[in-house]
């Protein structure tokens, strides 16, 4: 099994910035391909950032890229999204999640193994 848990939620005005972080335990943390995941009230999961195993490639949402930085560091088994010029829009929980059979298919939330318990983040415009 695999624990996630995430930290750094809170309530931003818009346009400002925060960093979500995620500790991993229970598995080789650098056998997975990591994401964030988000869900708004009322609304389905929706990808936001994921990075591959050995941190070589990333990817975004459109509706993220250029204001978020998704990063992992194998040594620590931590996940990190920094999240800047933040939206009224970008209101959600966000999960940490961690993919170990598939590789490929990032922007699929069904794809991920894990899931930790989620982070509320809310922006008040």
């Known amino acids: 099994q695999v624990l996630l848990v995430e930290s750094g939620g809170g309530l931003v005005q818009a346009g400002g910035s925060l960093r979500l972080s995620c500790a991993a335990s229970?598995?080789?943390?650098?056998?997975?391909?990591m994401g964030w995941i988000r869900q708004a009230l009322g609304k389905d999961f929706e990808f936001v950032a994921a990075?591959?195993?050995?941190?070589?490639?990333?990817y975004y949402a459109d509706s993220v890229k250029g204001r978020f930085t998704i990063s992992r560091d194998n040594a620590k088994n931590t996940e990190t999204l920094q999240m800047n010029s933040l939206k009224p829009e970008d209101t959600a929980v966000y999960y940490c999640?961690?993919?170990?059979?598939?590789?490929?298919?990032?922007?699929?939330?069904?794809?991920?193994?894990?899931w930790g318990q989620g982070t509320q983040v809310t922006v008040s415009s």
């Open positions: 990075i591959s195993r050995s941190c070589t490639s990333t």
């Open positions: 229970g598995r080789t943390f650098s056998s997975a391909a």
């Open positions: 999640a961690a993919m170990f059979s598939s590789y490929g298919g990032y922007s699929r939330p069904e794809r991920y193994d894990y």
